[in-house]
Protein backbone atom coordinates (compact mmCIF):
# COMPACT_ATOMS: atom_id res chain seq x y z
CA UNK A 1 0.00 0.00 0.00
CA UNK A 2 1.01 3.49 -1.05
CA UNK A 3 0.84 5.90 2.14
CA UNK A 4 2.28 9.32 1.14
CA UNK A 5 4.86 10.82 3.45
CA UNK A 6 3.45 14.43 4.55
CA UNK A 7 6.84 15.59 5.14
CA UNK A 8 7.99 15.50 2.04
CA UNK A 9 4.63 16.95 0.54
CA UNK A 10 6.48 19.80 0.04
CA UNK A 11 9.60 18.57 -2.02
CA UNK A 12 10.96 19.98 -4.97
CA UNK A 13 9.39 21.08 -8.63
CA UNK A 14 11.19 19.89 -11.41
CA UNK A 15 10.46 20.83 -15.40
CA UNK A 16 13.17 18.73 -18.11
CA UNK A 17 12.79 20.80 -21.03
CA UNK A 18 11.18 24.13 -20.73
CA UNK A 19 11.93 25.61 -23.95
CA UNK A 20 10.82 29.17 -24.25
CA UNK A 21 9.03 28.86 -20.89
CA UNK A 22 5.29 29.28 -21.66
CA UNK A 23 4.50 26.15 -19.09
CA UNK A 24 7.17 27.59 -16.65
CA UNK A 25 5.69 30.64 -16.35
CA UNK A 26 2.70 28.27 -15.13
CA UNK A 27 4.71 26.32 -12.73
CA UNK A 28 6.32 29.70 -11.53
CA UNK A 29 2.62 31.05 -10.87
CA UNK A 30 1.98 27.94 -8.62
CA UNK A 31 5.25 27.99 -6.61
CA UNK A 32 4.54 32.02 -6.02
CA UNK A 33 0.58 31.27 -5.53
CA UNK A 34 1.47 28.17 -3.04
CA UNK A 35 3.99 30.09 -1.04
CA UNK A 36 5.99 27.55 -1.40
CA UNK A 37 9.89 28.17 0.03
CA UNK A 38 11.51 26.43 -2.59
CA UNK A 39 12.10 27.40 -6.59
CA UNK A 40 11.39 25.11 -9.36
CA UNK A 41 14.44 23.69 -10.98
CA UNK A 42 14.05 23.73 -15.13
CA UNK A 43 16.43 22.18 -17.25
CA UNK A 44 17.06 22.91 -20.87
CA UNK A 45 19.89 22.90 -23.34
CA UNK A 46 18.81 26.77 -24.10
CA UNK A 47 20.25 25.84 -27.49
CA UNK A 48 18.28 27.68 -30.97
CA UNK A 49 17.94 25.04 -33.63
CA UNK A 50 16.97 27.71 -36.01
CA UNK A 51 15.46 25.16 -39.15
CA UNK A 52 13.40 23.58 -36.72
CA UNK A 53 12.55 25.75 -33.94
CA UNK A 54 12.04 28.87 -36.08
CA UNK A 55 9.11 27.10 -37.80
CA UNK A 56 7.59 25.95 -34.34
CA UNK A 57 7.94 29.20 -32.65
CA UNK A 58 6.60 31.04 -35.91
CA UNK A 59 9.80 33.30 -35.80
CA UNK A 60 13.28 33.55 -35.82
CA UNK A 61 15.00 34.18 -32.11
CA UNK A 62 16.87 37.26 -32.37
CA UNK A 63 18.33 36.74 -29.28
CA UNK A 64 19.83 33.93 -27.39
CA UNK A 65 17.30 31.17 -25.91
CA UNK A 66 18.26 31.45 -22.24
CA UNK A 67 17.92 35.36 -22.65
CA UNK A 68 14.50 34.93 -24.31
CA UNK A 69 13.14 32.49 -21.87
CA UNK A 70 14.09 35.28 -18.69
CA UNK A 71 12.25 37.82 -20.86
CA UNK A 72 8.69 35.51 -21.31
CA UNK A 73 8.96 35.04 -17.53
CA UNK A 74 9.20 38.39 -16.83
CA UNK A 75 8.97 38.64 -12.93
CA UNK A 76 8.11 35.10 -12.10
CA UNK A 77 11.47 34.19 -12.70
CA UNK A 78 12.51 34.85 -9.19
CA UNK A 79 10.86 31.88 -8.64
CA UNK A 80 12.37 29.15 -11.05
CA UNK A 81 16.50 28.28 -10.89
CA UNK A 82 17.57 27.60 -14.64
CA UNK A 83 19.57 24.91 -15.71
CA UNK A 84 20.84 25.25 -18.82
CA UNK A 85 22.88 21.64 -20.47
CA UNK A 86 21.99 18.23 -22.05
CA UNK A 87 19.50 16.52 -19.89
CA UNK A 88 20.64 13.46 -19.84
CA UNK A 89 24.08 14.77 -17.80
CA UNK A 90 21.39 16.04 -14.80
CA UNK A 91 22.62 15.54 -11.57
CA UNK A 92 20.39 16.15 -8.33
CA UNK A 93 21.10 16.30 -5.10
CA UNK A 94 18.99 19.07 -3.68
CA UNK A 95 16.36 16.72 -2.10
CA UNK A 96 13.05 14.82 -2.51
CA UNK A 97 10.73 16.27 -5.39
CA UNK A 98 6.93 16.08 -5.17
CA UNK A 99 6.55 16.98 -9.04
CA UNK A 100 8.18 16.46 -12.57
CA UNK A 101 7.59 17.48 -15.56
CA UNK A 102 9.02 15.64 -18.72
CA UNK A 103 9.32 17.27 -21.91
CA UNK A 104 12.33 16.92 -22.98
CA UNK A 105 13.25 13.03 -22.72
CA UNK A 106 11.40 10.95 -25.25
CA UNK A 107 13.32 8.14 -25.80
CA UNK A 108 15.02 5.47 -24.15
CA UNK A 109 19.14 6.67 -23.90
CA UNK A 110 17.84 10.01 -22.36
CA UNK A 111 14.62 8.75 -20.12
CA UNK A 112 16.97 6.31 -18.41
CA UNK A 113 19.59 8.42 -16.84
CA UNK A 114 17.07 11.23 -15.78
CA UNK A 115 14.84 8.50 -13.87
CA UNK A 116 18.40 7.21 -12.53
CA UNK A 117 19.06 10.90 -11.94
CA UNK A 118 15.99 11.13 -9.36
CA UNK A 119 15.78 7.89 -8.51
CA UNK A 120 16.90 8.30 -4.94
CA UNK A 121 14.62 11.48 -4.75
CA UNK A 122 11.22 10.03 -5.44
CA UNK A 123 8.62 8.87 -2.95
CA UNK A 124 5.26 7.39 -2.60
CA UNK A 125 2.57 10.60 -3.45
CA UNK A 126 5.46 12.18 -5.71
CA UNK A 127 3.73 13.07 -9.35
CA UNK A 128 4.86 12.65 -12.77
CA UNK A 129 3.76 14.20 -15.88
CA UNK A 130 4.92 13.19 -19.21
CA UNK A 131 4.28 15.45 -22.02
CA UNK A 132 4.18 13.22 -25.88
CA UNK A 133 3.05 10.38 -23.86
CA UNK A 134 0.59 9.36 -26.69
CA UNK A 135 2.18 11.20 -29.28
CA UNK A 136 3.29 8.36 -32.00
CA UNK A 137 6.37 9.79 -32.46
CA UNK A 138 7.59 9.24 -28.83
CA UNK A 139 6.53 5.57 -27.75
CA UNK A 140 9.53 4.64 -26.59
CA UNK A 141 7.99 6.83 -23.30
CA UNK A 142 4.93 4.61 -22.57
CA UNK A 143 7.43 1.77 -23.54
CA UNK A 144 9.83 3.03 -20.82
CA UNK A 145 6.68 3.97 -18.26
CA UNK A 146 5.86 -0.08 -18.89
CA UNK A 147 9.00 -1.24 -17.24
CA UNK A 148 8.49 0.39 -14.50
CA UNK A 149 5.03 -2.27 -13.64
CA UNK A 150 3.17 -0.87 -10.55
CA UNK A 151 5.38 1.14 -9.16
CA UNK A 152 3.50 3.83 -11.08
CA UNK A 153 -0.36 4.26 -11.19
CA UNK A 154 -2.10 5.65 -13.71
CA UNK A 155 -4.24 8.85 -12.73
CA UNK A 156 -5.17 11.42 -15.59
CA UNK A 157 -4.88 11.71 -18.83
CA UNK A 158 -4.64 15.41 -20.26
CA UNK A 159 -6.22 16.51 -23.70
CA UNK A 160 -3.50 17.04 -26.11
CA UNK A 161 -0.77 14.45 -25.88
CA UNK A 162 0.34 13.95 -21.83
CA UNK A 163 -0.71 11.74 -19.46
CA UNK A 164 -0.29 12.36 -15.41
CA UNK A 165 1.40 9.29 -12.66
CA UNK A 166 1.62 8.79 -9.40
CA UNK A 167 4.64 7.50 -7.90
CA UNK A 168 3.70 4.31 -5.18
CA UNK A 169 7.43 3.01 -5.00
CA UNK A 170 10.91 4.53 -6.12
CA UNK A 171 12.82 2.33 -8.75
CA UNK A 172 16.56 1.59 -8.46
CA UNK A 173 19.00 2.37 -11.09
CA UNK A 174 18.98 -0.52 -12.68
CA UNK A 175 15.95 -1.01 -12.84
CA UNK A 176 15.74 2.00 -15.22
CA UNK A 177 19.45 1.14 -16.43
CA UNK A 178 19.76 1.41 -20.56
CA UNK A 179 19.91 -2.22 -20.86
CA UNK A 180 16.69 -2.35 -18.85
CA UNK A 181 14.86 0.10 -21.50
CA UNK A 182 16.62 -0.61 -24.49
CA UNK A 183 14.00 -1.32 -27.22
CA UNK A 184 15.74 -3.50 -28.85
CA UNK A 185 14.86 -6.28 -25.68
CA UNK A 186 11.23 -5.68 -26.30
CA UNK A 187 9.51 -9.10 -27.51
CA UNK A 188 6.05 -8.97 -29.57
CA UNK A 189 4.22 -10.40 -26.75
CA UNK A 190 5.52 -7.20 -24.13
CA UNK A 191 4.26 -4.67 -26.61
CA UNK A 192 1.29 -6.08 -27.28
CA UNK A 193 0.75 -6.54 -23.52
CA UNK A 194 1.98 -2.55 -23.08
CA UNK A 195 -0.50 -1.52 -25.72
CA UNK A 196 -3.33 -3.37 -24.28
CA UNK A 197 -2.51 -2.25 -20.83
CA UNK A 198 -2.17 1.72 -21.82
CA UNK A 199 -5.58 1.32 -24.36
CA UNK A 200 -8.28 1.31 -22.01
CA UNK A 201 -6.90 4.21 -19.67
CA UNK A 202 -7.17 6.85 -22.38
CA UNK A 203 -10.04 8.42 -23.77
CA UNK A 204 -10.52 7.46 -27.40
CA UNK A 205 -9.11 10.88 -28.89
CA UNK A 206 -5.69 9.95 -27.34
CA UNK A 207 -5.82 6.05 -28.23
CA UNK A 208 -5.03 6.45 -31.26
Not at 166 to 185: D, I, N
Request: proline share 5%; charged share 25%; glycine share 6%.
Amino acid sequence: MCIRDRQNRHGYVVELGTWLGAATAWIAAGVRDSAVDRKAHVYDRFKWDDKNHTRKAGRRLTRNMLAEFRANLGPLIEYVVPHKGEIAELVWTEGNVSLIIFDAPKRAKVISPVLIAFADYVYCGTILVWQDFTHSSSYQIPACISRLGDKLEFIDAVPGSTAVFLVKQSWTPAEVSQEALAPSRWTRDEIIAAWQRWLPLLPDEMAA
